[in-house]
């Protein structure tokens, strides 16, 4: 067993860093991690920005193919990369296009798609969302019912997407439609690309608790898609949706972005006084501190692990301690937020204000954390597939 | 970056496993609670004669020269039997302050009788006082002629009651800080004025009160130099830390393997328990905090066994462990249901044992401060 890096992956790292510190020079006042910074209105025209440089600098999408504007980065590279920008707060790329529709269109996508999509993912100048989710689709994603009926070179998309974040900024939507009613669940589900400008998509915002707008709903009216924009075959969609490449999933750059939240918190009990003493003097404020440190060092050590099963190809072992790092890291971020609004006693409620501590970060978090542990599979989802997947117990759902 | 044991390490937990479940199966384990010294010295021997007690012990002591990476996983799989007896105290808390300290006449000494299980060692460092800081240390050590006198006592020395010798803690000076002034002396267990009396407790682990009437030492058994002792005894316990840390690991596993087959046979309302979700969370809860806790402890111990600074890392390996092992036993005895809870079932012995490893080598309030400390908070 041996946890060092290479002298040629610390050359990069340090690469990496000094990089991420010159691109955050620009950043807004009271920039954070979370979606909401990098989707919303004050954060948006950032996130754009930074996208271009990294794709100028040939790193948007280190993890591509060469052909395609990558460098076929490794996973243990990319494991470096995400920690990095996770560390320093940097949006490191349209998590829809190049993480997701990019490496599905790599997998099973026509040459012809892959020449028209990829070219402007990596370039930074095309977005997309991502269209899953339906009222009565969250969980139970295989029960959607957004139709799509085959009539010529065309489908006519009719129905309700939902939770579609950033879609009030994205250029192209990818989504799964029901091609044959009479086929229930997965059977059925077509995999269809939408230009989000075509006629009859209408964009609602769904604002999040704290008045932030990163979800929206998407509705379809009669949307002509072209047949050539279908991925893959028709009702073969459910499948489409496992294709995928070999892209870091380990939790890496949520993990590092925690340990910056706790080093800003470190420096912060360290100046800020309470009764005549800092908080850092605090055993209350030590111990709790102390604790979420400890977590995020468990946290980390097993990013390591999903990242090593990644670069073995061993997607058994990496696929339930995926779903372990998901769960574990979003949780931990909730209990760090909680600590954190906490710590600061009353001040801990106060939202960006003269009154505010450290740019009222933290309520902002405690109120984005919840969706965390709901998108992407929610957290109840990630333990029915350690359950299955990693202990071998029943499926009764 | 490399996460995969060696061939050797994976042949050592295959043999370990094997050798363990056939000689030391749980009737073996619940009969030395119930004995009078906790220690079979038939089972001690065959362990000596695989080469375990000389694991990390150079080949020119007689050991095998194997690194303390891979006494962890020797610990884990301990762990992962309950492996009653002295072996913990010997090598960890006896060999390795031995080999990191010791000179070349107490190396010859000591670490050969000690890979041929010939010699059972411990540590007497914790006092009634019941730290783990320098500051606990207050046992007197006085000069006289050429041996040093020693007076007070020691609480919480594992295995002390079978100890053919001990490294002690004393006091020598009082320095300008508690870890100014401390000396380690190897002191013969059988040396007049030494009284001992076991300690019930909740692991069964026999520890001791051990108390020192002018016991007198030579200057030759003197561990490290005069009054410059915390040092070799903060990086055991560092040691200590990630091997006790590994025991829990092992002791996670068990469990959790325990549990989940468990829950896949027993039947009620007409199916296996496992087909409730509400179990099967329970359950991937378990695993979250053992896998965690199985990364971080290698992590942590593999920096300890190439001798890099981590004392942050090893407080929140342990510290970690701690939650770990209690969770998953506490859990493993709700999902077996009421005969979890008794004496008979093994769940209990786990879950006894996660609560005395949390106090061994600094329980989790410990381990924050020291993460605390570390921070610069």
Known sequence: MDYKFTPEQLALRKEFEEYALELMKDAPPGWGTSLEFQYSEIGWGFTRKVHKKLAEKGWLVRHWPKE???????????????????????????????????????????????????????????????????????????????????VGDEYIVNGQKTWTTNAHNADWIFMLTRTNPDEKRSRGLTFLLADMKSPGITVRPLVGM??????????????????????????????????????????????????????DLVAACKEIKQNGRTLADSPFVRHRLGQLMIEIDAGVALAYRVAWSQEKGDFLQSAHLASASKVYGTELSQRIANAACQIFGMYGQVAKSRWAVMDGRWQGDYQFIPGTNIYAGSSEIQRNIIATAGLGMPRTW | MNLDFTEEQEMLRTSARDFLSTECPKTTVRELEESETGHSPELWQKMADLGWMGLVIPEEYDGMGMEFFDLIILLEEMGRNILPGPFFATVVLGALPILSAGTEEQKKEFLPKIACGEAVMTMALTEPSATYEASGVQLKAEAQGDNFVLNGTKLFVEMAHIADAMIVAARTKTGASPEEGITLFIVDGKSPGIKTEVMPTIGADRLCEVVF????VPKSRMLGELDKGWPIVARTLEQAAMAKSAEMLGGCEASLDMTTEYSKERVQYGRPIASFQVLQHYMANMLIYLETARNLIYEAAWMVSEGMPCTQLVASAKGWANEAYKFVTERGVQIHGAIGTTRDHDMGLYYRRALAADFAFGNTDYQREVVAKELGL
């Open chain 1, 68 to 150: 395609y504007g990558g460098v076929n980065a490794s996973i243990v590279d990319q494991l470096l990369f995400n920690m990095a920008m996770g560390y320093h707060r940097v949006p490191t790329g349209d998590a829809f296009g190049i993480g997701m529709i990019g490496p599905t269109l790599l997998a099973v996508g026509t040459e012809e798609q892959k020449q028209e999509h990829l070219p402007p993912i990596a370039r930074a100048e095309r977005y997309w969302c991502q269209g899953w989710s339906e009222p009565n689709a969250g969980s139970d994603l295989a029960s959607l019912v957004t139709r799509a009926v085959r």
């Open chain 1, 210 to 263: 704290n008045g932030e707008h990163f979800f929206n709903e998407v509705y379809f009216d009669d949307v002509h898609v072209p047949a050539r924009n279908r991925l893959g075959e028709e009702n073969d969609g459910w499948r489409i949706t496992r294709a995928t490449m070999n892209f870091e999933r380990s939790g890496i750059g949520a993990m590092a972005g925690a340990r910056r939240g706790i080093d």
């Open chain 2, 213 to 216: 009437e002018n016991v007198s």
